[in-house]
Each structure stands twice: as structure tokens, then as C-alpha cells.
């Protein structure tokens, strides 16, 4: 495993030189920096107290970024990257730790867990759902394993969206409204507002939010004659209610509810021309609707505080793709899947309270996914529509996971300055596939149907073939901590954490067996993979709290980690377990109050994400591997980086004004859409070894913002450009298939936006 520390631009060597240069800046009259109070450990603490990497972006952070969806929230933290597909069909990955299969970050909203189907590929991580963050009090972000608190699919981290909550004190309430126009693409608007009503005085009040959002598609599908055809329109909102009948108890209610419609892929063919614009011969519309319920029961005995949380979450997604098969007679096909999932989710946890000897939490938990997938390939029409009923290739998938567990941390206060931490969590999980697949008879599947009769008609019967898959595991993980107050400002901590997600199924292994001439020993499933991390860490403010820096350097050891794979063919995708991987990398963060009206905040984040050995054979048949020892893990950066400088001041000329400038530059570094690709030479069925990096590489780039207007203590105009050098910044190439045409599906950053926003507090 090698180590390479150089800078890779002159971008990010300015950067490092801002946060060095910044540590020796005397800031004279400048307000200390605001302390922020947070949840990560399941009870209140400031951030600066709280030892474990975490960053918090608050309201007026979010607001200042113009934060309107995930991407927005990803360049602000160190170690945060996002695998980007288009609208709820993301990857979050924090600390290098990204690979197929179940979700390796963990996402809640307020207490409840977000979660996806893992449709026919079994790889539910990279359809993370999204809602729209408005009227939140802050977003933490806890970076490495946090499995003893907070389960399997935290095993690289843990993003929290935390809501403001019904106020029963008092009326709130706030509009806002946008404009935006994007280059090469249409206009586009956003209207959202909130009313936090009282009910009964100090007791009983409800929040309503709503939003309706139209954002302008920019890619011209050049096939099809259709232009700006990524066209975004969301609404939804929440509604809380909030009861406090006795100052001991509290009960809350929120439904959360999004309606999703995407006009088409967001993804380009770079070799068209300076415009955004795709070749592909269909669209790829994709629909989603989703809604969570969720009941948190609070309860303080004094002596410790209890909660229950209950969530009931329903998504109902339709995916379409498009198949560029290319090495076989067969017409471009389209991939439709409607991809229902309901999940149900407990939780149960007791903290101490108040200054303890021993503060500690306990809990169990309990969760149960299903989904169902409806996938077919069909072919498709002139107007680049699926036809009806002809199809290629058609398959019916209910899969199932249930995990309980159950789990505890205590800490001792050895001394006023001394805290040790252990915790554990034990899990058991069960899972579940039933695949049925409705497949061409062997030997007509590859080539051309018979007699020009398309797969699934009238006169070409198909044959039925079953799949059925069960597994289960258990297991016990750890945590050890300690943290030291080395001064009122200087807090050092190291700690030992585990991680670990569930394994699955298998569900083209009927598929590829049957289809496949070269598929003998297809495994039917495979097993969860786990992680030891090791870190050392400070958190630490200077100069009267006016220079917060904090930072942490950790390593990694990525056990049974899984990789996705083909089968020889190509045809089919599977997930296998290879030995392991390798994480080294570190972070910091560096906050500076330069003047009573300027505030310079710096983040820098290193990892080097490497195999550990060569990934296994695909197929026993077959002598392709998804990687080797040395590779790098996919989409994931070297070094990213961010910077913003934030300027405002009171306006003589206008009582209670206040003007304010926001400049951010946001840089990530080079990555690989995946690893260096084994491919086969398709029109002979060989198995051939062919390394090509043409399109598997994303060159790193920067992107810069800006944003300026006017505030007073109950509304806020601004002006702002997104993109302002509109970067043609590459963050996704999907090949998918070694059959696919180079370059592959390129997907990017939103080209420069300009865009004008107003809002209202009443």
C-alpha cells in the first residue's frame, strides 16, 4: 500500500496554505465563534465538546450555502463525497468507505432511518432516498463507524438531519421564494413556506412546512429531438405536532412526505460537443413518491431520560435506464423497474442524566425492509418509449431484511479531565430473496429472436426459473474511547471503533447460470463485511475563541469487503466478497474570526482507499476480477477541499440592514468510476483480461459560488451564481457493462446557475 501526500493542484495548495496561514492571524476585535449544541452521542453536548469527528453545518450555514438538496451539503464537509447518479440516486461515502451493496452511511431524519430497495442488483446504497432540507436547526455529520449507536449501514459514518421542532411558545412563520435560470438549460423556481402554530400555550403546537420546486433540466437528448430534458419537480413537506402535558413528558408526531419527478438521466456523452447533451435512444424518466411516519415518546425520570421512536417508511420508485448493449444483434433496450419498499423501524433507548460518574445509554432496536421489484428490459419505440409487453428479459424479486440488536455505552469520568468509553453492539440479522425470471429459452437469448419474433410473444415461449435465497447472521462489535481535556480549549481524543452491514443475495445468480454458457459456480449470495478503525483526534479554539481548529487522523482495516461483479458474458451484475481494504487518511476543519465582520472557514480532507488483495474470480468459469491488490476504491478522492469567506456589515444608511458577500470554493480531487475493468471480448465468449482507462477516470475540478445581498432581523434578498466558471465537472462515469460504449454514461455538476432569492420570517 503506498502513500502519496502531494498536492495534485495548485487549487489545493492554496487551500492548505489558507488554513496554515490562517492559525497565526491575531484577531483583534472579533466576536467569538458561537458554540453549537448537538445529538451525535444521544445526548446533549457542544460541538466542541463532543469528542468524535463530527461536523455541523447550522441553519444559517445551510442558508448562507443556499442549501436546496444533498449535493449542496457534501463540499462543506471534510471527508464527505457523493456518488451523484441524479435526484434520490445517490451515495453518500464518508472516509473513502464506498463499495456495492446495503448503504454505508447512515441517514436520519430527526430519528428516522432512511433506507432503499435493494432492486435486482442488491445494492440498496446507491438509491439513497433525499427530502428537501428546509426549516432545519442544523445537519451533523459523524464521520467513521458508528455501529454501536447506530447500527449496521453506519459503518463509514452517520448524516443526521435534524427539523425544528413545533414551538407551543409562540406564532411562527416563513416564506421563501426563488428564481434560477441555468446555462444551456431553462428557468426554473422554488416556493417554500412554514407556520409553527400554538395550540394550547406551552403544551401543545404544530409545524407546517411545504414546498414546491421546479428545477430546470439542462441536457438536450440529441436522438430524440427533446431539449432540457433533466427537468426536476418536487413537492412536499411536514407536518409535527408537538404535546408536553408535564414538564417530564413530551410526544411528537411528523409525517414527512415527497413527491419526486425527474424528466430524464442526468448523465452526458462527453464527445457530442460543448453543450450538455446524450445520444441515448429512450428516455429515462424516473418517479418516485415517499412518505414516513414517525412517533418519538419522551420521557424523563430524572434520573435517566427515556425514548421510544417508531417509523413507518413507504417509498414507491419507478427506475428507468438505458441498456447501450452494443456487442450483441439486438436493438437498444430500456430497463423499467418499479421498486415499491415499506420498512418499519423501533428503537428503544435509556440515558443517564445529569453529571454522572458513569453517563450511559442503552437501547434495542428492530427493523424490517421489504420491497418488491417488478424489472423487465423491453425494446423500444421510435419515440424512445418501452413497448408494451415485449420484452427481452423480465424478472419478479421480493427481498426481505430484518435486523434486531441490541446495544450500550458507558463513559467514566476517571477525572475532571480523563473520560474512557466503552460500548458494544450485538445484531442478528435475517434475509431474504424470491426471484422468479422469465427468461429467452438457452441458445436464443444470445442473437437475434427466431424468425424476427421478439422474446416474450406469442409463438416463443419462456421458460419460468426460481431463485429463492435465505441467510442470517449475528455478531457482537466494539468500541473503546478516550477522550482527555488537555485545557478549557483543548480536547484530545483516540478511539477504536467497529462497523459492519448486512450481506445479501444474489439475484441474477438463476439468471446467470441459465444464460451464460460460462457461469458454473455462480454464488447464490454473500456475506456482510466489517471494519476496525483506529483514530487520534483534537478539537481545540484560540485566540478567546475566535480560531476553532479541529482534526483527526485515522486508519481503516476493511474486512470481506464487497465488490460488484459481472458474470462472463457480461449480462448480469453480482456482489462478491474479496479480502479486504485499506484506509489512511486524515482531516481538519479550521473556523477564523479575521474581523468583527469576516469569517474565513477552511476544510481539508486526505484518504487514500486501497484493495488489500486481489479481488476473487467473478466466475469459476470465467478469469475476471473486479480489481486488484493496490487499486484504488472507486469514487473516492484523494484529497478534497473547501474554502468560504463571508463578509457583512450593518448599513449606516439603512437602520437594522445588514449587506453581506459569500464566496465558496469547493475542490475535489481525481477519482476512478471503478476499478481498472477486466473486460471480455464478447463476440467470441472468451474470457479476455483488457485494461482500459479512457473512461473510467473523473478528473478533479473546483467549483466556485457566490452569493450577496441584504438582511435585517426578519427577511433576506439575495443574488447568487453557482458554478460561476460553469465547470464541465465530471462526478460519475457509469460503464456497467464492459459492453458499453465508450466514453460510458458521464454524469456532472449543474452548469453555471444564476438565481435570485427573497424570504420572510413572521
Do not use: C
Request: hydrophobic share 35%.
Amino acid at each position: 500500500m503506498v502513500f502519496n501526500f502531494a498536492s495534485k493542484t495548485n487549487l489545493s495548495s492554496i487551500l492548505i496554505t489558507l488554513i496554515v496561514a490562517s492559525v497565526s492571524y491575531s484577531a483583534s476585535a472579533a466576536d467569538a465563534i458561537e458554540e453549537i449544541v448537538v445529538t451525535a452521542l444521544k445526548r446533549n453536548s457542544t460541538l466542541q465538546d463532543t469528542p468524535i469527528a463530527i461536523s455541523a453545518l447550522t441553519n444559517q450555514k445551510l442558508e448562507r450555502v443556499g442549501a436546496d438538496d444533498f449535493s449542496d451539503i457534501v463540499g462543506s464537509v471534510p471527508g464527505l463525497t457523493l456518488r451523484d447518479n441524479g435526484p434520490s440516486q445517490t451515495r453518500p461515502i464518508i472516509r473513502g468507505i464506498a463499495s456495492p451493496g446495503e448503504a454505508q452511511v447512515g441517514v436520519y431524519f430527526d430519528n428516522s432511518l432512511t433506507t432503499a430497495a435493494p432492486g435486482t442488483t442488491n445494492s440498496a446504497g446507491e438509491r439513497s432516498p433525499e427530502l428537501k432540507p428546509f426549516d432545519l436547526e442544523r445537519v451533523e455529520v459523524l464521520k467513521g463507524p458508528q455501529g454501536t449507536l447506530y447500527g449496521g449501514g453506519s459503518m463509514g459514518g452517520t448524516i443526521r438531519f435534524i427539523t425544528n421542532k413545533p414551538n407551543a411558545e409562540e406564532f411562527e412563520g416563513k416564506i421563501s421564494v426563488e428564481g434560477s435560470s441555468v446555462r444551456h438549460g431553462d428557468e426554473g423556481f422554488q416556493i417554500s413556506a412554514m407556520a409553527n402554530v400554538p395550540i394550547i400555550k406551552d403544551q401543545l403546537a404544530v409545524r407546517v412546512v411545504a414546498y414546491k420546486r421546479d428545477d430546470p433540466g439542462f441536457i438536450d437528448n440529441v436522438t430524440l429531438g427533446r431539449n432540457n430534458d433533466n427537468d426536476v419537480d418536487a413537492e412536499g413537506g411536514r407536518v409535527a405536532l408537538r404535546w408536553t402535558p408535564t414538564e417530564n413528558f413530551t410526544a411528537t408526531g411528523t409525517i414527512y412526505y415527497q413527491d419526486l419527478k425527474v424528466g430524464s438521466g442526468f448523465h452526458i456523452n462527453p464527445t457530442l460537443g460543448d453543450r450538455p447533451q446524450t445520444d441515448a435512444p429512450s428516455r429515462e424518466p424516473y418517479e418516485e413518491e415517499q412518505v414516513t411516519y414517525n412517533l418519538n415518546l419522551e420521557y424523563d425520570f430524572g434520573w435517566a431520560n427515556a425514548l421510544y421512536s417508531y417509523s413507518w417508511f413507504d417509498r414507491n420508485a419507478v427506475f428507468r435506464f438505458h441498456n447501450g448493449f452494443t456487442g450483441f444483434p439486438f436493438p437498444p433496450l430500456l430497463s423499467t423497474q418499479p421498486d415499491p419498499l415499506q420498512a418499519v423501524t423501533h428503537e428503544f433507548r435509556l440515558s443517564s442524566s445529569g453529571d454522572n460518574v458513569i453517563d450511559w445509554t442503552a437501547g434495542l432496536f428492530y427493523s424490517d425492509r421489504n420491497s418488491f421489484v417488478d424489472s423487465r428490459v423491453n425494446y423500444i419505440t421510435a419515440a424512445g418509449e418501452p413497448t408494451e409487453n415485449i420484452f427481452l428479459f423480465k424478472r419478479h424479486v421480493n427481498a426481505s431484511l430484518l435486523q434486531k440488536a441490541v446495544f450500550g455505552e458507558a463513559t467514566w469520568h476517571v477525572t475532571d479531565k480523563l473520560a474512557i468509553t466503552g460500548g458494544f453492539r450485538y445484531y442478528d440479522i435475517q434475509n431474504g430473496s424470491d426471484v422468479v425470471n422469465d427468461v429467452g429459452v438457452p441458445g436464443q437469448f444470445i442473437g437475434a429472436p427466431p424468425n424476427g419474433v421478439p422474446v416474450g410473444t406469442p409463438g416463443n415461449p419462456i421458460p419460468f426459473f426460481n431463485n429463492l435465497t435465505r441467510g442470517a447472521e449475528d455478531g457482537v462489535i466494539f468500541k473503546a474511547h478516550a477522550a482527555y481535556d488537555y485545557s478549557d480549549d483543548i480536547l484530545l481524543y483516540a478511539s477504536f471503533s467497529q462497523g459492519y452491514r448486512p450481506g445479501g443475495a444474489n439475484q441474477n445468480s438463476s439468471s446467470i447460470a441459465i444464460t451464460d454458457p460460462l457461469a458454473a459456480g455462480t454464488p447464490e449470495s454473500f456475506k456482510s463485511d466489517s471494519l476496525d478503525s483506529f483514530e487520534i483526534g483534537v478539537h481545540s479554539q484560540w485566540m478567546d475563541g475566535r480560531v476553532t481548529l479541529n482534526g483527526a487522523v485515522y486508519y481503516i482495516d476493511w474486512k470481506d469487503i464487497i465488490l460488484g461483479a459481472r458474470s462472463p458474458t457480461g449480462l448480469f451484475a453480482l456482489n462478491l466478497n474479496a479480502d479486504k481494504a485499506e484506509v489512511l487518511g486524515f482531516e481538519v476543519e479550521g473556523i477564523f474570526e479575521l474581523a468583527d465582520d469576516l469569517r474565513l472557514t477552511t476544510a481539508l480532507s486526505y484518504v487514500n482507499a486501497e484493495l488489500g488483495a486481489n479481488a476473487p474470480i467473478n466466475i469459476a468459469g470465467g478469469n475476471s476480477r473486479s480489481g486488484l491488490d493496490g487499486d484504488r476504491i472507486p469514487n473516492v478522492p484523494e484529497f478534497t477541499a473547501n474554502a468560504s469567506l463571508e463578509y457583512g456589515r450593518d448599513l449606516p444608511w439603512f437602520g437594522g440592514v445588514r449587506g453581506f458577500g459569500y464566496v465558496n470554493v469547493d475542490y475535489t480531487g481525481a477519482n476512478f468510476s471503478d476499478f481498472n475493468p477486466f473486460l471480455i471480448d464478447i463476440p467470441t465468449l472468451t474470457p479476455t483480461t483488457v485494461v482500459n482507462d479512457q473512461y473510467a477516470r473523473q478528473g478533479d475540478y473546483a467549483i466556485v459560488d457566490l452569493r450577496f445581498g441584504l438582511e435585517a432581523d426578519e427577511w433576506n434578498a439575495a443574488v447568487y451564481v453557482e458554478n460561476v466558471f460553469d465547470e464541465r465537472a465530471i462526478t460519475n462515469v457509469f460503464v456497467g457493462a464492459p459492453f458499453r460504449p465508450t466514453p460510458g454514461q458521464n454524469f456532472i455538476e449543474r452548469p453555471r446557475t444564476v438565481g435570485i432569492s427573497f424570504s420572510r420570517d413572521f
